[in-house]
């Protein structure tokens, strides 16, 4: 079989089996974040305002400027969501929201609402199914998609598709990219078009489709940018390393015109609320005022007790939530050292080391609700990527069989911090201990699919770990396959040339 077929079947089973396991465990019911985004999705769908007036009870997130409730997030997640929740309804959502309640009403997934709570009363249900299915194109699919880019740039730069299929799982399913790729916070979504536009960039760079893709490359950072603000810097970044390999005036031109209108967007829906284009909302939140009015909305300079939460912290740490990236910060070395990849060595460096800084800067670092630190997502698949130099150079058995046994720690550690109970943790001290396990050992599953058809508590897992279980069998199958190929290709290449 051609090698590029091969390839190009890895990555769709990839595709595949990360959509799977992102979409199984169904976004959070009654999570303020998430709300805010859907309150303006349905109030510009159903009463073609801006304001959320009739839906803000359900959210803490929300701005009150002038006599009128707003989502104060940024608007690039909920702009997008709004033609997939147009569709959900002109489809028929509500009748089919209808036919469903009867048969969820004594269901497992009847069992993982709150006693107090509303239940699965009409608009409720409504409301969950809706944003389901827009976090599913919104999220969930670039998130997936996120993963098959990670792959094609680690196949690229060490030319191992098994190195590349491994790293790509491990952004997908270890790290805390797992528990918000099918939640509506717009993290995961500026991750995929960050990483997008590098790849795009890059591919301009060596002359493939280079008008087409300088344009998708300025598009992708343009929406980037209005759906995370903070993701500034790593856009600033990737706009140098663009300047850098292109040289060419046209393909900047090209970027820039198609980088333009998601601005103009965003300066058009903050000038209709606040009068103004700048992004003001966080300013006119009633709740947490004081933090929002600390430094630049929250940003004052980085702080090292901060930094050090944020990455060994027993709260939100990154690396004690996904051990692997530590490891990977060791492929940095390696990368260094690969002379033709050293703009990109140079701008995940950047991507990864600014954004720490920026996050090490804020006064509400935590994150709330949160399983890691959130705000440090839309960095990950650049500290990701170099892992892929820490396998092709780790040539001992003991040494690959260690950096396995620590993956396998991530996988777990990420998937019990995320899938245990139905909120994400807040603010415990130590959440793996205090609230994690415990309602992970009490069968304390989050909603998932296994739920819908009455599976309950660990039972609700067993569809997902067939899946997995034949996803990872087929890619060892495949990886044989392909290793076969290559061996053969290089045969015929030596035969020729004698």
Known sequence: MDLKQNARRSEWLLFFLLVVCLAYFLPRWADWNVNSRMDLIFAVVDQNTLAIDA??????????????????????????????????KALGGRVLVERLAAGLANSAFAVTLNADGRGM???????????????????VIPSAMAGVLVYRLAREWTGASRIAIVVALTYGLATPAFAYANNLYGHQLSAFLLLSAFYLASRAARGIRPML??????????????????????????????????RNIKMVAFACLAGLPPLLLMFAYNYAIFQTPLPVGYLY????????????????????????????????????????????????????????????????????????????SSAMWQGGFAVGPRYLVPMLPFLVLPLAFVWQHARATWVRAGIASVLALSVWLVWITTISGQLFPQYQSFPLVQYSLPRFLQG????????????????????LAILIGGGLGFFRWQSRAETSDAQLAQRETRTALR
């Open 213 to 246: 893709y300088a344009a998708l490359t300025g598009l992708a950072l343009g929406v980037g940018l209005i759906t995370e603000y903070p993701t500034a810097l790593i856009v600033a970044g990737i706009g140098l390393y663009a300047l850098h390999k292109w």
């Open 285 to 360: 939140s009633p709740l947490y005022s004081e933090l929002h009015h600390t430094g630049l909305v929250s940003v004052t300079y980085p702080k090292p007790d901060v930094i050090f939460q944020l990455l060994f912290g027993a709260q939100r740490g990154l690396f004690l939530l996904s051990p692997i990236l530590l490891v990977a910060l060791v492929g940095f070395y390696w990368f260094a050292r690969e002379r033709a990849l050293r703009a990109e060595f140079f701008l995940t460096l950047w991507a990864v080391t600014s954004f720490l800084l920026f996050n090490g």
């Open 444 to 463: 304390d599953i989050a909603r998932n699919v296994g739920m819908v058809f009455n599976l309950k508590g660990f039972a609700s897992l067993l569809p």
């Open 121 to 139: 009363i009409g608009e409720s249900l409504y409301f969950f199914a809706a944003t389901t299915f827009v976090t599913f194109f919104t999220s």
């Open 55 to 88: 839906y803000y009870q359900n959210t803490g997130d929300y701005a009150f400027y002038q006599g009128h409730y707003y989502s104060d997030k940024a608007p690039g997640a909920s702009l997008l969501g709004i033609p997939f929740y147009a569709a959900f």
